[in-house]
T-cell receptor, first 109, second 112 residues
Framework: AQRVTQPEKLLSVFKGAPVELKCNYS??????LFWYVQYSRQRLQLLLR??SRESIKGFTADLNKGETSFHLKKPFAQEEDSAMYYCALSGAGSYQLTFGKGTKLSVIP | NAGVTQTPKFQVLKTGQSMTLQCAQD?????MYWYRQDPGMGLRLIYYSASEGTTDKGEVPNGYNVSRLNKREFSLRLESAAPSQTSVYFC???????????FGQGTRLTVV
């Protein structure tokens, strides 16, 4: 079974402060991990995936297999980062993309 | 490009009524999915279709049926709607397993 846990329902930070959205997973094989974002009144879209190792909109995420984590980080939060963030996992050979319950990020001006 | 298109955007049903949610993608993707999104629950997979001609149950399939009509279209049917099926439904598609999923704009369904 595959499971994704996002421990924070809501995270509020001030503009310019660092952001870390936590994601822990449970999966015995080699996972493919993603962060999806849903801005207000917009559809869910991919922010980044661990295999690409990119920085998108200043966000990065590192897969830590020892701690089974894939935390999303940004050094300086911007107001436009306010959104709902979902961590998701796909197992080896699996079509099932399992989502966490999401974290609502609110950036305070 | 339209991407993934869902219809309708909003729907109110009475308990026991039936309806079909339509989804179409124009990206030539092989795989398509139906999710429901409930407050505090995240997105949960209802059914998916790995490729044209195949469908499989996801995490919460009870009360739903699906049809992969062709490569472009994947519909979700509620045969006898229940208040517990009040939710926001998202259709998604991807080229194949473990690749980026593209989502529709969602259908907000209320069952009274």
């Amino acid at each position: 079974a595959q499971r994704v846990t996002q421990p924070e329902k809501l995270l509020s930070v001030f503009k310019g402060a660092p952001v870390e959205l936590k994601c822990n997973y449970s999966y015995s094989g080699s996972p493919e991990l993603f962060w999806y974002v849903q801005y207000s009144r917009q559809r869910l879209q991919l922010l980044l995936r661990h295999i690409s190792r990119e920085s998108i909109k200043g966000f990065t995420a590192d897969l830590n297999k020892g701690e089974t984590s894939f935390h999303l980080k940004k050094p300086f939060a911007q107001e436009e980062d306010s959104a709902m963030y979902y961590c998701a996992l796909s197992g080896a050979g699996s079509y099932q993309l399992t989502f966490g319950k999401g974290t609502k990020l609110s950036v305070i001006p | 490009n339209a991407g993934v298109t869902q219809t309708p955007k909003f729907q109110v049903l009475k308990t026991g009524q039936s309806m079909t949610l339509q989804c179409a993608q124009d990206m030539n993707h092989n795989s398509m999915y139906w999710y429901r999104q409930d407050p505090g629950m995240g997105l949960r997979l209802i059914y998916y279709s790995a490729s044209e001609g195949t469908t499989d149950k996801g995490e919460v399939p009870n009360g739903y049926n699906v049809s992969r009509l062709n490569k472009r279209e994947f519909s979700l049917r509620l045969e006898s709607a229940a208040p517990s099926q009040t939710s926001v439904y998202f259709c998604a598609s991807s080229l194949e397993a473990r690749t980026e999923a593209f989502f529709g704009q969602g259908t907000r369904l209320t069952v009274v």
